[in-house]
């Protein structure tokens, strides 16, 4: 067996002690509950493929979804690609991603299969996920709208999403790419935005865990936000239950109250400045423009005005 | 075909205005800021920022909102039995009267000749990268689209999803948005020619350029 086939091996094992303690931990929940969530959960990382170092993990993503498929079957639901380090990484708008050794770049592919009004929560959820795990190991994190975390305003860690459909089997499956910088040491002059767990705390990480712990929690959350709407299905327009992964992210972001920039592109072509007031239920982002006008996005991005 | 030119042509002469119906979004009380037959203004700036002429102003609980006209033309059908008073959401308050220009015609003649892509929700949209770098170096070509190509990206809440043509082959004939632009639900994004049509639909662009100085 090759040294990345037992790496992976060793990460599905991790992934699935931390699904278990996660399970274990939500004491507040009820058993028959729990363990539709965490049935849900598992399926994060049923299997994982390692790398040592790859030019980027979405498009292989894509390619094995692709090849399945041609084959006549589907890639499963939950597979994961894991990389040591990154050559050609980049972030949205094809801004640059610096991966060196040293970070955790990770490719999940799921089959989504909330309602798709919900699918917003995917992405919202991942980034809780990942600023849980980092709160929980003592990492002062925040969200910033949709799920950039950051330290002490600079970026840690950021995911992207795409949507794949199989062309034969017609099947859809969501792609998260994960970046975090976990143990990089410094990062080049035009990413002085950028800052990693090292930085921030002054010590190392382990990177296997942590992979494990974020992907764990992702799943966890997932079941979670699956397990809502059901909960919504079966209560009717009554009483909703709470969201979890809007609960989660109140809790953990600091862009309400900020005063920000918004755009598609927020650094080269921002558009608007506006107070960032909430999130919407659909996971938008409530703006109050200096007309008083409130408005809700939900595409773009914003950057915080350090006032 | 299915499409007579001359016939679409005598529509357009005898129906040259079109109403749009302005709804209330909400409960409140209104107060018009306009009278009918005034003419207003929709948004303007490159990017539409500055809003249209302002029609009335509805306020629910002592929240006040502003309400911009979308389209040029002249207000018609004010109701001066709303004034100051509460409306139900929904309530036609007034209509504008838009009188269609040239290029509006051939829009909407192209929309019954091109198979349209239209916006499955609102987002962002991109156009892909392949088409995208044609055009960047060849704004004027004439790109062919097959079926299963992936033509547009569409972004929302930072997952993009690729749209895929699934009509017949052709030549993308119209861009109906910049790249990065905020799309309504069901708005047209791109209008690609079958490619038997495409001189047909040169002649038809032609046709009306030229009729339409006639009028």
Known sequence: MSRNALRALELEGLIMHYQLQDAAMKTDLGEETRSKILKRARIVGQRVYYYKTADRLMPLARKAILQADSNGTDLPSGCVWCAGSLAQARGRMGRSWWAPEGGLYLCLALYPSLFHENWSFYNLGAGVAIAQVLIEMGVSSKIRWINDILIRGRKVAGVLSETVRAPRSGQTYLLFGIGINVNVEAFPRDLAQATSLYIATGRHWPIRQLAARVLARIGWIFGLIHQWESDCLDMGSVCLPRNPVLDGWNLLSDTPGHRVIYGLDADLAPEFEALARGIAPDGGLRLVLDSGEEIKVNSGEIRYIET | ?215
Not at chain 2, 61 to 82: A, F, H
Not at chain 2, 129 to 153: F, M, N, Q, T, Y
Not at chain 2, 178 to 204: A, F, K, M, N, W
Request: proline share 4%; hydrophobic share 35%; with cysteine.
């Open chain 2, 1 to 215: 075909m299915g499409i007579n030119l001359n016939d679409l042509l005598r529509h357009y002469r005898s129906h040259i205005f079109e109403d749009y119906q302005v709804e209330t979004p909400h409960t409140g009380v209104i107060s018009y800021k306009v009278q009918d037959g005034q003419t207003v203004e929709g948004p303007s700036g490159e990017w539409l920022q500055r809003p249209g002429t302002l029609l009335y102003i509805i306020e629910r609980e002592k929240n006040v909102k502003k309400m911009y006209t979308s389209w040029n033309g002249q207000v018609t059908g004010i109701r001066p039995d709303l004034e100051g008073h509460f409306v139900e959401a929904g309530e036609v308050v007034l209509s504008i009267r838009h009188r269609l220009d040239k290029n509006e015609i051939i829009d909407r003649i192209l929309t019954q000749v091109l198979n349209i892509l239209r916006a499955p929700q609102q987002a962002r949209y991109f156009l892909s990268s392949d088409i995208s770098a044609k055009l960047g170096k060849h704004p004027e070509c004439r790109i062919a689209i097959e079926p299963g190509d992936e033509i547009v990206i569409m972004s929302l809440m930072k997952r993009d999803t690729a749209i895929s043509y699934k009509e017949a082959s052709g030549v993308l004939y119209k861009v109906y948005f910049r790249s990065g632009d905020i799309v309504e639900q069901g708005s047209p994004l791109l209008g690609i020619c079958p490619s038997d049509r495409l001189q047909y639909v040169q002649e038809v662009v032609q046709r009306i350029r030229t009729d339409w100085e006639n009028m």
